[in-house]
């Protein structure tokens, strides 16, 4: 198993897109809807896209071209067109960058040049890049909070004018009935129509496209208040006697204000709750210091920025200085404190040659190092961008909110219609009032946005939980699949042990002398990144002075999961397991392996040495159990998961261990092949299997898992291959990432059911279902009040998990 000193992150490949003809989103092709026309496919956001298109083909086309070649033609507009696999940095704090892509957290397929918002559901669309020198507030943030506090300092006063007869202050006897209303009207019109504008045209583009959501309900409301009282304040004698309340026409200035007001406050609580959300991406982005300091070719120092340090140039880290990007040390030697990365507090010996990651922390001694990865190529960035991945990605039990949501919102609408014919029938004088408040009503708290929020809110809360303990979660679904895992199954080098053997004994078993055969073992060995290979030069260079360079193997060949060999000073070696060598038909003796066995019920690895067909030595590595993997183990147990250790050591080795540690079971001596199978076999008898590894012979296993756990210690395509990812390469994470996706999901399904029942309750309640009992008639600005409680409840909820114990 190979492992690597500063492990690669490598992110997915984009996934083909292309634009849905009706609505103009981005969609990606993969899963997709489609239809043929004239020869070609096209793709759909949604099942009523692919209806429109296939009922008239040819001007669903041409009016997709219409809308190309306006957005072509004003070049200053914001453009929507397909932008997959363009890469742009986080544009959060840089507005003016032309080239920043856009997405929703709630519909991923959805991705735009520049901000906007989603013509699905309506919400502020998210930088879908993160740049690592993103530190600033979120510009919609900053202007929702703007036209919230604009509408609050003017619909104070409106609910003093027009509530004030309710409370004994009687505003009307000082103004004459016109006066009354047109003091109103100003007061209400620049909250409808500048404070609410962002909701109202996103109402807009929802009837546009037919694409209802909150805000289509949220639009209809507040403009039918509006409209009626401004026909009230111009035409009063038109006006139906039916809807006259003690003798005059009603106003709902108030109401359409406090309506707009108080979703603003919903829309400023819950673009603050997302900025808190990102306080895990906030708090790696801040390991990195500002500047570095480049030497130039002529030798001297400069201080730059750290954007403009490129690959292959020279930088100079002081004592006490943070890494700036990845790179390999040049010259000198220093501890270097790794703990945000590994979260191992023992701070790590650094040299010529060594490999060091940004954001770690020099602590002693003064280090050149030469520049590997810079911007979103260093291991930080790119965790950071796993991070802002999964917290967009949606849990496949969103699925059940996007079809409730396409048929709650005309739901709503046939609702709001019904009461309002009922009360209008049915109802007491004034009967139209009675409809018109019952209607608004409906339309106002059936808001979904909690239905909405449920999900995406404790995914992304989840996920950044889950990054400050270093549990990298690469999708919502790995969440929603790791909360069922019944099985956990884990390879033993770097996972349950350091990762770091050491050769503990050696004994000679022919005619070679112990001395000749380690130089000639450690020349091959050099040639491989396997923990064993690593091990047995180490022991060569400690106990020898000839240097392992001077020995050149030749036709090197690696056998996976079986051994390597090669060809040093003429002679044939071969180095593995006493099957390798049986398989070569070189004969191991019985002293021999009675004498491996020893070693192997310590626990230790017993690896043969044949050189030139016959046996030549026998090495046992030890590798130390982690001191974290006990209690790890125990807690797995603690939450009810079999535990299965598989590993390609001797069975007598592998049965130490699982001894030594209370593994529920273990398989010793297997392949990557076989390893692969076990998970399957596993599954096929209706396990939910997690793998936990970190070498490329466990690739394989870990993508045939249900989830794949990979070690950030490991290889990077153990990590490309992980749903999962352990930062600091300890097992005490998996534990963790279970207790994170159980308190995730549970939390979502308190969400969801609040959202529903919600629902459920408060559209009955405001069509007046409570009337004929209590004569309870729901004023529109409760139901929004109501309506915005909900959604904060939902965030509220979410925000818990902030503090969930991992541990």
């Known amino acids: 198993m190979a492992t690597s000193e500063n492990p690669s992150f490598d992110l997915p490949t984009a996934q083909p897109k292309a634009t849905d003809p009706v609505c103009g989103m981005t969609v990606e092709v993969a899963g997709s809807l489609s239809s043929e026309h004239e020869g070609q496919s096209y793709y759909f956001c949604c099942a009523g896209c692919q209806k429109k298109f296939e009922a008239d083909p040819a001007g669903v086309l041409a009016k997709a071209a219409q809308r190309e070649a306006a957005k072509a033609a004003d070049s200053g507009a914001e453009s929507g067109g397909c932008c997959s696999g363009h890469s742009a940095s986080r544009a959060g704090d840089h507005p003016a960058d032309p080239d920043a892509i856009y997405t929703c957290p709630m519909h991923p397929e959805i991705e735009q040049v520049g901000p906007g918002d989603c013509p699905i559901c309506g919400m502020d669309l998210e930088p879908k890049f993160v740049d690592m020198a993103d530190h600033g507030d979120d510009p919609q943030y900053t202007d929702m909070k703007r036209r919230f506090w604009i509408g609050a300092v003017l619909s104070l006063p409106l609910l003093v004018v027009a509530m004030g007869p309710m409370i004994g202050l009687s505003v009307a006897d000082w103004l004459s009935p016109a006066a009354f209303g047109w003091t109103q009207l100003l007061l209400a019109t620049p909250v409808v129509f500048y404070c609410g504008l962002p909701l109202l045209v996103r109402g807009a583009k929802s009837f546009r496209s037919m694409n209802l959501n909150m805000f289509s309900l949220i639009a209809v409301g507040t403009l039918a208040a509006y409209a009626f009282s401004v026909f009230v304040v111009l035409f009063p004698d038109w006006i139906p006697r039916a809807f006259y309340e003690d003798g005059v026409a009603p106003l709902y200035f108030e109401a359409a204000a406090v309506i707009v007001t108080l979703v603003l406050l919903g829309q400023v609580l819950e673009l603050r709750a997302r900025q808190q959300t990102g306080g895990a991406i906030r708090e790696l982005m801040q390991l990195t210091p500002d500047v570095a300091h480049r030497i130039e070719p002529d030798g001297q120092e400069q201080e730059v920025a750290l954007d403009a340090v490129q690959v292959g140039d020279s930088l100079r880290v002081r004592p006490g200085e943070k890494v700036p990007v990845d790179?390999?040390?040049?010259?000198?030697?220093?501890?270097?404190?790794?703990?945000?990365?590994?979260?191992?507090?023992?701070?790590?010996?650094?040299?010529?040659?060594?490999?060091?990651?940004?954001?770690?922390?020099?602590?002693?001694?003064?280090?050149?190092?030469?520049?590997?990865?810079?911007?979103?190529?260093?291991?930080?960035?790119?965790?950071?961008?796993?991070?802002?991945?999964?917290?967009?990605?949606?849990?496949?039990?969103?699925?059940?909110?996007?079809?409730?949501?396409?048929?709650?919102?005309?739901?709503?609408?046939?609702?709001?219609?019904?009461?309002?014919?009922?009360?209008?029938?049915?109802?007491?004088?004034?009967?139209?009032?009675?409809?018109?408040?019952?209607?608004?009503?409906?339309?106002?708290?059936?808001?979904?946005?909690?239905?909405?929020?449920?999900?995406?809110?404790?995914?992304?809360?989840?996920?950044?939980?889950?990054?400050?303990?270093?549990?990298?979660?690469?999708?919502?679904?790995?969440?929603?699949?790791?909360?069922?895992?019944?099985?956990?199954?884990?390879?033993?080098?770097?996972?349950?042990?350091?990762?770091?053997?050491?050769?503990?004994?050696?004994?000679?078993?022919?005619?070679?002398?112990?001395?000749?055969?380690?130089?000639?073992?450690?020349?091959?060995?050099?040639?491989?990144?396997?923990?064993?290979?690593?091990?047995?030069?180490?022991?060569?260079?400690?106990?020898?002075?000839?240097?392992?360079?001077?020995?050149?193997?030749?036709?090197?060949?690696?056998?996976?999961?079986?051994?390597?060999?090669?060809?040093?000073?003429?002679?044939?070696?071969?180095?593995?397991?006493?099957?390798?060598?049986?398989?070569?038909?070189?004969?191991?003796?019985?002293?021999?392996?009675?004498?491996?066995?020893?070693?192997?019920?310590?626990?230790?690895?017993?690896?043969?040495?044949?050189?030139?067909?016959?046996?030549?030595?026998?090495?046992?590595?030890?590798?130390?159990?982690?001191?974290?993997?006990?209690?790890?183990?125990?807690?797995?147990?603690?939450?009810?998961?079999?535990?299965?250790?598989?590993?390609?050591?001797?069975?007598?080795?592998?049965?130490?261990?699982?001894?030594?540690?209370?593994?529920?079971?273990?398989?010793?001596?297997?392949?990557?092949?076989?390893?692969h199978q076990f998970v399957r076999d596993l599954k096929d008898q209706g396990k939910v299997v997690a793998m936990a590894g970190d070498g490329i012979n466990d690739a394989p296993a870990l993508a045939e898992a249900n989830v794949g756990i990979a070690m950030g210690t490991g290889t990077g395509v153990a990590m490309e291959s992980a749903g999962v990812t352990l930062v600091g390469g300890d097992l005490r994470g998996v534990a963790g990432s279970v207790k994170l996706s159980?308190?995730?999901?549970?939390?979502?399904?308190?969400?969801?059911?609040?959202?529903?029942?919600?629902?459920?309750l408060g559209v009955p309640i405001a069509a007046g279902l409570l009337y004929p009992v209590f004569g309870w008639l729901l004023s529109p600005m409760l139901a929004a009040a109501a309506m915005s409680f909900s959604s904060v409840s939902v965030i509220g909820n979410a925000l818990r998990l902030r503090g969930a114990d991992l541990k």
């Open 327 to 675: 790179g390999r040390v040049k010259s000198g030697s220093s501890s270097i404190d790794e703990s945000m990365l590994t979260g191992e507090p023992v701070p790590v010996t650094k040299s010529e040659g060594d490999a060091v990651t940004g954001g770690t922390l020099n602590q002693t001694g003064s280090l050149v190092i030469e520049a590997t990865g810079v911007g979103n190529e260093t291991v930080l960035s790119r965790i950071v961008q796993m991070v802002a991945d999964a917290q967009r990605s949606q849990a496949p039990i969103q699925k059940l909110v996007d079809v409730v949501a396409q048929y709650f919102v005309p739901a709503v609408i046939v609702t709001a219609i019904l009461a309002f014919i009922g009360w209008s029938l049915f109802g007491p004088e004034p009967r139209l009032a009675h409809a018109f408040v019952a209607a608004v009503a409906v339309l106002i708290i059936a808001c979904p946005c909690a239905l909405g929020l449920a999900t995406p809110m404790s995914v992304m809360v989840g996920v950044g939980r889950g990054a400050k303990e270093g549990v990298l979660i690469k999708n919502a679904e790995v969440l929603e699949v790791m909360e069922n895992v019944d099985t956990v199954v884990v390879d033993k080098t770097g996972t349950l042990t350091e990762g770091r053997p050491e050769v503990t004994a050696v004994e000679a078993l022919g005619q070679h002398s112990q001395a000749d055969v380690m130089a000639w073992a450690a020349a091959v060995e050099k040639h491989s990144e396997h923990p064993l290979a690593r091990a047995v030069v180490r022991y060569h260079e400690s106990t020898s002075t000839d240097d392992v360079a001077t020995f050149d193997a030749e036709a090197f060949d690696s056998i996976t999961g079986g051994g390597v060999r090669g060809r040093v000073q003429g002679r044939e070696l071969l180095i593995g397991k006493a099957g390798l060598l049986e398989e070569h038909e070189i004969p191991v003796p019985g002293d021999a392996t009675e004498r491996a066995g020893e070693h192997q019920s310590d626990g230790a690895t017993a690896v043969f040495v044949a050189v030139d067909g016959k046996l030549a030595a026998m090495i046992a590595i030890s590798d130390p159990i982690k001191a974290s993997t006990p209690s790890a183990v125990q807690t797995l147990h603690g939450l009810g998961l079999e535990v299965v250790m598989l590993t390609g050591d001797a069975e007598p080795t592998a049965r130490a261990v699982a001894r030594q540690l209370n593994i529920d079971r273990f398989e010793a001596g297997v392949t990557p092949e076989q390893k």
């Open 742 to 760: 159980r308190k995730t999901m549970r939390n979502i399904r308190q969400n969801l059911f609040f959202a529903f029942v919600y629902n459920a």
